[in-house]
């Protein structure tokens, strides 16, 4: 238990999803040769001139509707100025007077508890090329360089490590199911920032503050602040004063580490960027982007409750953006989205990972996966059965009743005779039924396989397995 209330901000910078760069023609991907999808501007060259791209403003909208915010509606770049090896220019174009959106919220559910993550600011600015160090060489990928941006910057609202790890989660979801960006913390297109000071008492003044670059993660996120208030605790406690600084999570370490202190304020002497004249952004587009808003993960979630699916299941739908999208298709049908539901989470995404694959690149059609639910539902197919002829279902262009009668199944349904089944097996097996009734579990197993075996496997499993468990209940250990 801490004896310090500690105050955190966070600052998260995005990648838009954009086909081009903020300000040049060149191609916004990832994962390409280093220094292949540059341009001119992106390097940097005299005497270029930055272009803004009208679909970077309309991401950013878009972005700032999703999360609350206020618009302007007048608005202009500036120039960051500052010195380092990823910056050929020697200043960053970003806003810093006129943010396109300010005063917004992210909400978060803590313990049961709607909690309100205050929005500062979120700007728009240019990414820098990307570094890699080795040994004593500096190598510049400008593929990054020109990549559009917003920085949503919270205000100090967030009291706990927990609560800046849900704050992250919720965001990630908010602009991953807007289609603002795809998040991928791993590839760096959602990086993000944390600042962290201790107090004493509500009363105090706010302490001294510390900033953790680069989280590379959503758990290193907590796990570095919960890192950092440690190490704090443990200086206040000594009476050992330190400087305001930045410092970075190491994982191996498992600890935050020294990048350098800030001994005086940084100043990047911004001024209005002089080739980007004022930009004006009317009402009637703002309205229009709010009419081609997705649905949200929130709305999703309500929809997938309401069909009948369990609130943990329609919560690892939503993790999974791949799977609610392809759901989303089936919204206007009579499917059993139950089934649907534990098929999808269950042996669909085993394969699916199993084999590095989308939904979308299997043959899994929509009438192929209706009727793939329905035999589930009716008992065609057993748990068993699912599970032999996936692959099939979702390699193959054959229809479920092709797959099925290809593969020799005939899980028959009738009550009548599976319980003739039963009760011909349980007049033949006393001595099981008497194992059985002590509490040996395998008895039920050596029960089950001589129906199969009695009726050449052609009975349906889970109906035959309900069945016999009833028959079996209703015995007495003397019968």
């Avoid at 901000?9 to 390409?32: C, D, Q, R, W």
């Avoid at 509500?202 to 670059?213: A, N, S, T, Y």
């Avoid at 020294?258 to 911004?270: H, P």
Wanted: hydrophobic share 35%.
């Amino acid at each position: 238990m801490t004896n310090y209330i500690p105050t955190i901000g966070i600052e998260v910078h995005v990648e838009l999803k954009t086909n081009t760069k903020i300000f040049s023609p060149a191609k916004n991907g990832y994962g390409m040769g280093a220094n292949t999808l540059t341009n001119v501007v992106d390097l940097g060259y005299p005497g270029v001139l930055p272009t803004v791209n009208k679909e970077v403003i309309h991401q950013a909208i878009r972005a700032a509707l999703l999360l609350n915010c206020k618009i302007r509606n007048k608005m202009h770049f500036d120039r960051k100025n500052y010195f380092y090896p990823d910056n050929p220019k020697n200043y960053q174009i970003t806003q810093n007077k006129t943010p396109i959106a300010y005063d917004g919220y992210v909400e978060i559910d803590v313990d049961g508890q709607k909690k309100k993550i205050e929005i500062e600011e979120m700007h728009i600015e240019e990414d820098t090329c990307k570094s890699t160090h080795r040994q004593k060489v500096s190598l510049l990928d400008f593929n990054r360089a020109g990549v559009p941006l917003i920085e949503i910057v919270t205000k100090p609202c967030i009291s706990s490590p927990e609560e800046a790890k849900l704050y992250i989660e919720k965001l990630r979801e908010i602009l991953l199911y807007g289609e603002i960006s795809d998040c991928k913390m791993e590839e760096g297109s959602m990086r993000c920032d944390a600042n962290i000071s201790l107090r004493k008492n509500k009363e105090d003044p706010l302490g001294v503050k510390v900033e953790i670059k680069n989280i590379g993660s959503i758990g290193n996120v907590k796990l570095s602040l919960e890192k950092e208030m440690q190490r704090q605790e443990k200086l206040l406690d000594e009476q050992i004063s330190f400087q305001e600084q930045t410092r970075r999570y190491d994982d191996k370490l498992g600890d935050t580490v020294l990048m350098r202190v800030k001994e005086t304020g940084n100043d990047y002497r911004y001024f209005p960027e002089p080739d980007i004249p004022t930009l004006h952004i009317p009402d009637s587009w703002i309205d229009s982007v709010s009419k081609e808003i997705p649905r949200t993960a929130d709305e999703r979630r309500k929809t997938y409750i309401s069909l009948g699916i369990s609130p943990v299941n329609a919560d690892k739908i939503i993790l999974n953006k791949n799977i609610s999208d392809y759901l989303e298709n089936y919204l206007d049908t009579n499917l059993d989205f139950v089934i649907a539901s534990n098929l999808l989470l269950g042996d669909i995404a085993f394969y699916l990972n199993k084999h590095f694959q989308t939904i979308e690149d299997t043959k899994l059609t929509k009438e192929k996966f209706i009727c793939f639910v329905e035999k589930i539902k009716d008992h065609t197919l057993s748990s068993r059965n699912v599970k032999d002829i996936l692959e099939d279902v979702l390699e193959k262009e054959d229809s479920i009743d092709e797959i099925i009668k290809k593969n020799n199944i005939s899980n028959i349904s009738d009550d009548q005779y599976i319980e003739s089944i039963v009760d011909k097996v349980l007049e033949n097996n006393e001595e099981s039924i008497r194992d059985y009734l002590n509490g040996h579990d395998r008895a039920f197993k050596f029960l089950m396989g001589q129906m199969m075996k009695e009726s050449k496997g052609s009975i349906n499993p889970q109906l035959a397995s309900e069945m016999l468990s009833k028959k079996l209940q209703n015995l007495t250990i003397d019968s």
